[in-house]
């Protein structure tokens, strides 16, 4: 072979990587898809779309968030890593996706194999209400109202382990028996809580403060060790006897396995940018919920297999069969 001919062959191949490259640095260029695996209208469906805006300007293009609610979160994650590994779809989950496979439920997937942690997400509270014409103001005389009237008390929430168990928990350690209604969206528990159906719910701080300052619902407790600084009068464990379960309801974003690692960097730092944003930070603390949002991939998933442990050991002791 000839040195020009080897020299033209050289610069072809040459020229057909670079087209390769060239698309390896683009990355993103084009919509990225936020996958909610939850019912639009309640706390997570507003922390992605908070979080998608917030991330436009550090990547550079749109970030759609869809809901694919279902399963307790299971058909949202599952659509989630079975989506091309490519950069293009993210997905967000809390804790209730591990504790479902921990409850003997079967789910498509293993979360800690299948996917790839890009970052923290931010945390939420969640908190026990009553309707505010309620005479009860309290979580002890939840308790006694609850020993006197036995199964007779609903309680209503989104029907995923992570609000039912601390709940069953909180229940069996007080002995007290209460009739748990599972709902689909929050928003649907909420319905029901202000047109009487049932007695109490299961809330996100940010879903009920606009009812809490007019006075329809009542909070009763803080599901939680820690008041919450967006109702800092609101009780929580630590101010009363009963002793409960304190929930982690730390979230994660991920990826499906598989995805170029350069992509899953540019993600997480564009993240990392959004939780340095005051504007963000702000929102998500007038939402109640905590604004820890980014740190690398590393931390964020040993931090929620940490979690996972911390459920498993509840879940020992709670019968969730009955729910």
Known sequence: ???????????????G???????????????????????????TDRMSRMIAKALEPHLGQTVLVENKPGAASVAGVDFA???APDGYTVGNTCP?????????????????????????MGALDVLITTRGD???RTIEQLVAAAKARPKQLSIGMVQTPSNIVPVAYLAQRAGVELNIIGYKGEANALT??????IQFAINAPGTVLQH???????????LNKNRNPAMPDVPSLSDTKVEGFEPSNYCVMFMPRGTPADAVRKFNSALNEVGKDPAVRG???????????????????????????????????????KF
């Open 1 to 15: 072979m000839s040195r020009h001919l080897l020299c033209f062959v050289a610069a072809t191949l040459l020229a």
């Open 17 to 43: 990587a670079l087209p390769l490259s060239a698309a390896a640095q683009q990355y993103p260029n084009k919509p990225i898809r936020m996958i909610n695996p939850n019912a639009a209208g309640g706390v």
């Open 81 to 83: 890593l079975k989506s």
């Open 96 to 120: 209730g996706v591990l504790i479902v496979s921990m409850t003997g439920t079967p789910v498509p997937f293993d979360f800690e194999k299948d996917a790839v942690v890009v970052g923290m």
């Open 134 to 136: 309620s005479t009860i």
């Open 192 to 197: 029901d809580l202000l047109g009487g159906s």
């Open 212 to 222: 809490i300052q007019a006075g329809t619902v009542r909070p009763v407790l803080m």
């Open 283 to 321: 929102a998500f603390t007038r939402e109640g919920l905590v604004p820890y949002i980014g740190g690398t991939p590393g931390e964020a998933s040993a931090l929620f297999t940490d979690i996972a442990k911390r459920w498993r050991g509840v879940l020992k002791e709670v019968d969730y069969s």
